[in-house]
């Protein structure tokens, strides 16, 4: 028997739902529904992002100042502006509300969100001119998007059949604002306070995504899209064993489909593969999100809340195996040549820890080269088969590799910045397909210094 934990876990299922998800009246139904399906299997926490388009909209009064008589980008004045605010955000959310709401649970969604249009105005109006009161205040402002949403989809999942309500901020964060860093020790605190006493009573708890908590309670936000991240850290203190991230995309792509036509559902992927597509810029995750996944075990799966048949991406510790999950793009590569290293030219790649590649070295003089190169990235397990057939199909197609190897992501191939659509195209068409031979493991000691000039 499991020693691992000393009390029974909830074990609750994560649903997070991006803004796409409630872009709408219609899509909170739909939503709310597929919450109320699952919570009659077991106990359910919902994390959700604002209606789509609220982040900017909101981060665009953020950006004027507390105090004085600004303008928007519109030339409106102020009290206009914040009129019109008021007025655009009430339609939006009041309708979506009246479209998902039952009669019966409407009346308190609709107190809650001329309540929270109050409270924003209010923050918009108020905080100090130092640079760390704005920052505080531009958190204050950017989480109304969430906390209006969360009120709107508790209301729409009662009204579906299952009780739900809006829990009290769970995520514990440091101090810094906007981007701040999850701090799993409080967040196991405030969750096991504002999330589990509503489970244990048989309700779903509706969570605002993006929002943290500060040691001294302050406002913060975990960066633009954070509420991925949000869903596996409140998975990770809950002691949950699924998260889902629900979207409008069938899961994780193996390219994205504005520059690949034919890219694919990637159906399974390991937790450092799902990072390095998130972290070299695969737009459907943020780069975060499986940190708190892969400490605590978490199975992820990314799938379509407009599509439920669709069994999405599963992400989880398992490496699917060898060969090439998918292909990203990253513009604006300098290759650099580093000072002080023997003639012979040595390539050395940083920044493949996941949050991108920025540099690559280059044996010789220390001086930068302008960033007219890109590197085309195909994250997975690659052995030397794939190596030597991107170089040779990209040769094929008169594309000059500047550089070519194995990396820590998978295989990196550097191509001038103008070939750098073509090169993507064509590995991603020639390279998907190809699964290295049982024998041949990838060892990418022997192979991360290996250059093709
Ligand atoms: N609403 C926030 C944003 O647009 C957070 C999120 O959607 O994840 O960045
Ligand atoms: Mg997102």
Same mark, same amino acid.
């Given at each position: 028997m499991s020693q691992r934990s000393r009390e029974p876990s909830l074990e609750p299922l994560v649903i997070k739902f991006g803004g796409t998800s409630v872009g709408g009246g219609a899509e909170f139904v739909r939503a709310a529904r597929m919450v109320a399906d699952e919570a009659l299997g077991r106990p359910v926490v919902v994390v959700v992002s604002a209606m789509s388009g609220t982040t900017d909209t909101l981060l665009g009064y953020a950006g004027t100042t507390a105090g004085g008589d600004d303008r928007t980008s519109t030339g409106a004045t102020r009290e206009g502006s914040l009129a019109e605010l008021h007025r655009t955000l009430a339609e939006r959310h009041l309708s979506a509300a009246r479209h998902a709401v039952s009669e019966e649970h409407l009346p308190p969604v609709e107190e809650r969100i001329y309540e929270l249009l109050g409270g924003l105005l209010e923050a918009i109006a108020s905080g100090g001119e130092t640079p760390e009161a704005r920052r505080a205040r531009r958190a204050e402002i950017a989480v109304y998007g969430e906390r209006l949403s969360a009120c709107i989809l508790a209301g729409a999942i009662a009204s579906a059949g299952a009780p739900a309500a809006v829990a009290g901020d769970p995520i514990a964060t440091d101090a810094a604002h906007a981007e701040a860093e999850v701090d799993s020790g409080r967040t196991r605190e405030r969750a096991a306070g504002n999330v589990v006493p509503l489970l244990e009573a048989g309700e779903v708890a509706v969570v605002p995504g993006f929002v943290g908590r500060s040691p001294e309670g302050g406002q913060t936000t975990l960066g633009r899209g954070g509420s991925d991240l949000s869903a596996t850290a409140l998975g990770a203190a809950l002691g949950s064993?699924?998260?889902?991230?629900?979207?409008?995309?069938?899961?994780?792509?193996?390219?994205?489909?504005?520059?690949?036509?034919?890219?694919?559902?990637?159906?399974?992927?390991?937790?450092?593969?799902?990072?390095?597509?998130?972290?070299?810029?695969?737009?459907?995750?943020?780069?975060?999100?499986?940190?708190?996944?892969?400490?605590?075990?978490?199975?992820?799966?990314?799938?379509?809340?407009?599509?439920?048949?669709?069994? *999405?991406?599963?992400?989880?510790?398992?490496?699917?195996?060898?060969?090439i999950r998918g292909v990203v793009l990253r513009r604006g590569v300098s290759l650099v040549r580093?000072?002080?290293?023997?003639?012979?030219?040595?390539?050395?790649?940083?920044?493949?820890?996941?949050?991108?590649?920025?540099?690559?070295?280059?044996?010789?003089?220390?001086?930068?080269?302008?960033?007219?190169?890109?590197?085309?990235?195909?994250?997975?397990?690659?052995?030397?088969?794939?190596?030597?057939?991107?170089?040779?199909?990209?040769?094929?197609?008169?594309?000059?590799?500047?550089?070519?190897?194995?990396?820590?992501?998978?295989?990196?191939?550097?191509?001038?910045?103008?070939?750098?659509?073509?090169?993507?195209?064509?590995?991603?068409?020639?390279?998907?397909?190809?699964?290295?031979?049982?024998?041949?493991?990838?060892?990418? *000691?022997?192979?991360?210094?290996?250059?093709?000039?």
């Amino acid at each position: 028997m499991s020693q691992r934990s000393r009390e029974p876990s909830l074990e609750p299922l994560v649903i997070k739902f991006g803004g796409t998800s409630v872009g709408g009246g219609a899509e909170f139904v739909r939503a709310a529904r597929m919450v109320a399906d699952e919570a009659l299997g077991r106990p359910v926490v919902v994390v959700v992002s604002a209606m789509s388009g609220t982040t900017d909209t909101l981060l665009g009064y953020a950006g004027t100042t507390a105090g004085g008589d600004d303008r928007t980008s519109t030339g409106a004045t102020r009290e206009g502006s914040l009129a019109e605010l008021h007025r655009t955000l009430a339609e939006r959310h009041l309708s979506a509300a009246r479209h998902a709401v039952s009669e019966e649970h409407l009346p308190p969604v609709e107190e809650r969100i001329y309540e929270l249009l109050g409270g924003l105005l209010e923050a918009i109006a108020s905080g100090g001119e130092t640079p760390e009161a704005r920052r505080a205040r531009r958190a204050e402002i950017a989480v109304y998007g969430e906390r209006l949403s969360a009120c709107i989809l508790a209301g729409a999942i009662a009204s579906a059949g299952a009780p739900a309500a809006v829990a009290g901020d769970p995520i514990a964060t440091d101090a810094a604002h906007a981007e701040a860093e999850v701090d799993s020790g409080r967040t196991r605190e405030r969750a096991a306070g504002n999330v589990v006493p509503l489970l244990e009573a048989g309700e779903v708890a509706v969570v605002p995504g993006f929002v943290g908590r500060s040691p001294e309670g302050g406002q913060t936000t975990l960066g633009r899209g954070g509420s991925d991240l949000s869903a596996t850290a409140l998975g990770a203190a809950l002691g949950s064993r699924e998260v889902w991230i629900c979207s409008d995309v069938d899961g994780v792509l193996d390219a994205d489909p504005a520059l690949v036509g034919g890219a694919r559902l990637v159906p399974r992927l390991s937790y450092r593969e799902a990072s390095s597509m998130a972290g070299l810029g695969a737009k459907v995750l943020h780069p975060k999100t499986m940190e708190p996944a892969r400490a605590a075990g978490i199975e992820v799966t990314v799938r379509s809340t407009f599509n439920r048949n669709c069994a *999405g991406t599963c992400v989880c510790s398992r490496e699917p195996g060898s060969g090439i999950r998918g292909v990203v793009l990253r513009r604006g590569v300098s290759l650099v040549r580093e000072s002080g290293v023997p003639e012979t030219p040595v390539f050395r790649m940083l920044g493949s820890s996941g949050y991108g590649v920025d540099y690559l070295l280059h044996a010789g003089d220390g001086e930068r080269e302008p960033a007219g190169h890109a590197a085309v990235v195909c994250v997975g397990s690659p052995g030397c088969d794939e190596l030597s057939a991107g170089i040779s199909v990209l040769g094929k197609r008169g594309i000059t590799v500047c550089w070519a190897g194995l990396c820590s992501d998978g295989l990196l191939f550097v191509v001038d910045g103008d070939d750098a659509r073509s090169a993507l195209e064509t590995l991603h068409g020639s390279l998907l397909g190809i699964r290295s031979g049982d024998g041949e493991t990838a060892d990418e *000691g022997s192979y991360s210094v290996e250059g093709v000039a």
